[in-house]
């Protein structure tokens, strides 16, 4: 069958067990955290008074406009099943989002004259490799968890870690893009500078407090998968920042002791609109994952549960303060 036109991608009922899977009490106690979570920074969004928009008087240079090419050259070969192409059709996902990193560092060389790909292009390669690291760690975790799983394509052991590799090598470099894209615009830019400061951070204390009780509720979530499954999208992030904190080094998120979210809100906010392409992209590729998310599984768009978006925001803030280490070392020192 081809693909469904995008509308009737979000549906409701694909499988799952009301009694076994979807038990109300968790489902709407999943809703109101993250909409209590979120309903901050939505308000602030909303009361900017600033210019919603960058002017974009340059043109996109033409490196960019290859990569679009390219990415929708990719797009309609990893979605067809064409013969002549079978032999690499597994393989469309990292020329694809190649394509996709390098057209949004257009689109933010267009708003600013500058990109994380043109303005430290050894650290932006570095984060290709510090990627492939950060999620087979993820990759760890899910086997305690198995929230997810690929289907599609079979390889030998060696096959499928370089050809895994190669594909989370992609995560890091296209958040830290889209959040400079997002951050050319002054509603990000600007927007969340004077919001309740978070002094808490500034203490060693904490942040021991804070990596001792995320690696026990990381440890907790191997015994319990079912009830804490969601703890590997919001514990990792945790330890790393209770770690910096702890050795008294700054991080990507050091300005929201003084109120500053700038950086919070645009890594997570580019990890979602990521997420929202990297579903899309996978819907009907041949090689793709798919999920099997307690108590959510339900109102799908493309293979995640509308409520498995959320875990994009944490990971965004996961991807920050890596990428903030890699990009910025000097800034990590003591």
């Known amino acids: 069958?081809?693909?469904?036109?995008?509308?009737?991608?979000f549906r409701p009922g694909r499988s799952f067990s009301p009694n076994r899977l979807f038990p109300p009490l968790f489902f709407f106690a999943f809703l109101v955290f993250i909409l209590v979570s979120v309903l901050p920074f939505?308000?602030?969004?909303?009361?900017?008074?600033?210019?919603?928009?960058?002017?974009?008087?340059?043109?996109?240079?033409?490196?960019?406009?290859?990569?679009?090419?390219?990415?929708?050259?990719?797009?309609?070969?990893a979605w067809t099943r064409w013969s002549w192409f079978s032999f690499f059709q597994p393989h469309t996902f990292f020329p694809l989002w190649l394509c996709w990193i390098i057209g949004v560092n257009a689109l933010t060389h267009r708003a600013s004259?500058?990109?994380?790909?043109?303005?430290?292009?050894?650290r932006?390669?570095?984060?290709?490799?510090?990627?492939?690291?950060?999620?087979?760690?993820?990759?760890?975790?899910?086997?305690?968890?198995?929230?997810?799983?690929?289907?599609?394509?079979?390889?030998?052991?060696?096959?499928?870690?370089?050809?895994?590799?190669?594909?989370?090598?992609?995560?890091?470099?296209?958040?830290?893009?889209?959040?400079?894209?997002?951050?050319?615009?002054?509603?990000?830019?600007?927007?969340?500078?004077?919001?309740?400061?978070?002094?808490?951070?500034?203490?060693?204390?904490?942040?021991?407090?804070?990596?001792c009780a995320s690696g026990l509720l990381l440890f907790l979530t191997g015994l319990f998968p079912k009830g804490l499954f969601f703890l590997i999208w919001i514990c990792p992030f945790l330890i790393v920042l209770g770690s910096?904190?702890?050795?008294g080094r700054p991080h990507a998120f050091t300005?929201?002791?003084?109120g500053d979210y700038t950086l919070v809100v645009a890594y997570a906010a580019a990890s979602l609109v990521c997420g929202f392409f990297w579903e899309m992209f996978n819907f009907y590729s041949l090689a793709r994952w798919q999920y099997t998310i307690p108590y959510v599984q339900v109102f799908h768009l493309f293979e995640m549960p509308v409520l498995g978006y959320a875990g994009y925001l944490p990971f965004g803030l996961e991807c920050g303060i890596i990428s903030g280490l890699v990009l910025n070392?000097?800034?990590s020192r003591p």
């Open 1 to 9: 069958m081809g693909p469904w036109p995008l509308i009737w991608i």
């Open 255 to 258: 300005g929201v002791k003084n």
């Open 42 to 77: 939505l308000r602030k969004a909303v009361s900017f008074q600033g210019r919603i928009s960058s002017p974009e008087t340059r043109s996109l240079p033409w490196w960019g406009f290859a990569a679009f090419l390219g990415l929708a050259g990719f797009w309609v070969l």
């Open 113 to 122: 004259a500058r990109c994380p790909m043109l303005d430290t292009p050894f």
């Open 124 to 211: 932006f390669a570095a984060l290709f490799w510090a990627s492939a690291v950060f999620w087979w760690i993820f990759e760890y975790l899910n086997r305690f968890v198995g929230n997810w799983y690929y289907s599609g394509s079979q390889y030998d052991a060696g096959t499928y870690f370089v050809l895994a590799t190669l594909s989370f090598s992609t995560v890091l470099p296209a958040v830290e893009t889209m959040k400079a894209y997002l951050l050319t615009f002054p509603r990000f830019s600007r927007g969340f500078r004077e919001m309740p400061r978070l002094r808490v951070l500034e203490f060693r204390w904490a942040g021991a407090g804070l990596a």
């Open 244 to 247: 910096l904190v702890l050795s």
């Open 329 to 331: 070392p000097r800034r």
